[in-house]
């Protein structure tokens, strides 16, 4: 399979032939609207120079591709912000092929200029310095990235933790799929996913993303961009690139939130973590891929599904991989596992469901299990208007899934590629694996008798999903209401 040539002038990028529902765009589109317009401050060069103490040391938060970031102290310290400063290369552009070359910060301030929501890290104003250099003002996030948390941190996030994180960014994922005009991130990874101050979960840096439709000469003449060991293997020729790609990344994202390894590490065999952990998923062997540091959540039901999720956003197939919203629904479900793992547990032993001893074949009937809880869930929320995609089939077949990259400890963005130094072994793609899963077919008088039970339980979990979903509405509109870091 071949993957990511990154020199790929020729590749165009297109936008969403998926997920393209517009009775739904627009229902979400209202949903995810932000109460009030916001505001882009403009900001004067010596503003944030005092706002940083000249740029200092101790203001410095960290370094990435394509500039530094530093801690700002606005309006006489009302205001705490992350002042981005890029490096002025004009070899960088998102857009290389164009007429108006973008740099990944004006391309930043143009996409954040229309979008705002609750789980991305959002624009606050810009300035322009005296060498046309753009410095971003966007919200200050205090406690670090996904990727240090998972890796660095000597307290490794629980279970509930992780899966609050995925469903968080899987929703800022889905806002940004279901935006009038929508947007693809391209650079979805632990590192770029930041937490606040209230140790939720913001998807940041759009210096890659596109926004637009497929007519947009912008987003056609794009080349690929993302960050080796994220990248879509399928994200090769002009018409690849839609919200699936963007699904890939949040899956590999998945799978490091799941085992706390890294997306390509050569500390395992194999390095990538798609080759490592989609055999293991496929086997049903779910404990193999858990944080050893944590291991395996109270309730298996939880792995299985988390597991079979995330496989299913990295499948090859792009037209396999399940929507952004999909992906949140099935979050959701096992959000609300993780959270009563003991009224879950109790309820399984009374309708006699052993999910832990199953096998994988089983594993895909109970990912089936998690989009019918939510189909449940779904009547039950019908009542207040909530939507649920549309499921597709749970299959697995004869597939190709994967590849493996030989090295990288801590992946780095790639942008148009003629900024991006790759050496053969970055851009060497290994076999992938093709492995066919046999489906079983269960006896009549066997499937008579678990359907009944299933029903059954499946009235009990509607009413607690139902319990559940009031509490994070709850949460979730209190967090909608508060106003957003903006000083005007
Ligand atoms: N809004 C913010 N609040 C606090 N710290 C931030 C903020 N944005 C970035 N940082 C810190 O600055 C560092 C550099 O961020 P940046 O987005 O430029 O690069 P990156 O995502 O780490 O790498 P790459 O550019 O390759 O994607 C991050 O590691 C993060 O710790």
């Keep these: 399979m071949g993957f990511l040539s990154c020199n790929a002038e020729s590749t165009i990028a297109t936008c969403d032939p998926y997920n393209w529902d517009c009775k739904s765009r627009k229902k979400k589109t209202n949903r995810n609207k932000p109460n009030k317009p916001f505001k882009i401050r403009d900001f004067t060069y010596p503003e944030l120079l005092k706002a940083t103490k000249g740029f200092s040391a101790e203001s410095f938060l960290g370094k990435g591709s394509h500039g530094t970031v530093y801690k700002a ?17 004009p070899s960088i552009s998102i857009h290389s092929n164009c007429t108006t070359c973008t740099t990944p910060a004006e391309n930043e301030i143009e996409i954040l200029s229309r979008i705002q929501h609750p789980r991305l890290v959002n624009l606050i104003g810009f300035c322009v310095d005296s060498k046309d250099r753009k410095l971003l003002v966007v919200e200050y ?41 929508p947007v693809i991130h391209r650079d979805i990874k632990s590192s770029n996913v930041l937490i606040d101050e209230n140790w939720n979960a913001r998807l940041g840096d759009f ?34 690139l839609s919200t699936k790609s963007d699904v890939f990344s949040f899956g590999i994202l998945l799978l490091e939130v799941i085992s706390g390894r890294n997306a390509i590490d050569v500390n395992y065999s194999p390095p990538s973590i798609v080759d490592w952990a989609v055999p293991l998923i496929k086997r049903g062997d779910f404990s193999s891929i858990c944080d050893h540091r944590i291991g395996s959540p109270v309730d298996p039901g939880v792995i299985k599904n988390l597991a079979i999720l995330a496989a299913r956003c990295v499948r090859s197939t792009t037209e396999k991989r399940p929507g952004m919203t ?12 993780v959270h009563a793992p003991h009224i879950w547990n109790s309820l399984r032993r009374r309708v006699g469901l052993a999910e832990e001893s199953r096998p994988f074949e089983a594993a895909i009937d109970s990912n089936e299990e ?27 077949g004869n597939e190709t899934i994967g590849w493996a990259g030989e090295r990288v400890i801590r992946s780095k963005s790639i942008g148009s590629f003629g900024d991006t130094k790759l050496d053969g072994s970055e851009s060497r793609r290994n076999a992938s694996v093709a492995v066919k899963i046999p489906l079983v077919k269960l006896s009549k008088s066997r ?16 009413s607690i999903s139902e319990l559940l979903i009031r509490l994070d509405e709850k949460s979730e509109k209190e967090m909608q209401e508060k106003p957003l870091v903006i000083s005007i």
């Design 141 to 181: 996030m205090p406690n670090g990235s996904l990727y240090d948390l998972l890796h660095c941190s000597s307290r490794p996030p629980s279970w509930t933790r992780r899966i609050r994180f995925a469903l968080q960014i899987a929703k800022a994922v889905q806002a940004l799929h279901l935006a009038n005009t």
């Design 370 to 396: 998690v989009v019918n809880a939510n189909k449940a869930t779904s009547r039950v929320g019908s009542r207040r208007n909530r939507k649920v995609s549309s499921v597709s089939s749970v299959e697995f």
């Design 73 to 89: 102290s606005l309006d006489d310290g009302k205001l705490i912000a992350a002042v981005k400063k890029t490096y002025r290369n």
């Design 326 to 337: 999909e992906v949140v629904e099935g979050l959701k479900i096992i959000s609300k596992r």
């Design 447 to 462: 499937s008579t008798g678990v359907l009944h039970r299933s029903i059954k339980s499946r009235e009990i979990e509607a």
């Design 207 to 240: 210096g890659l993303a596109l926004r637009g439709h497929v007519e947009d000469v912008r987003v056609k003449c794009t080349p690929p961009a993302g960050t080796l060991g994220y990248l879509d293997p399928g994200y090769l020729a002009p018409s690849d």
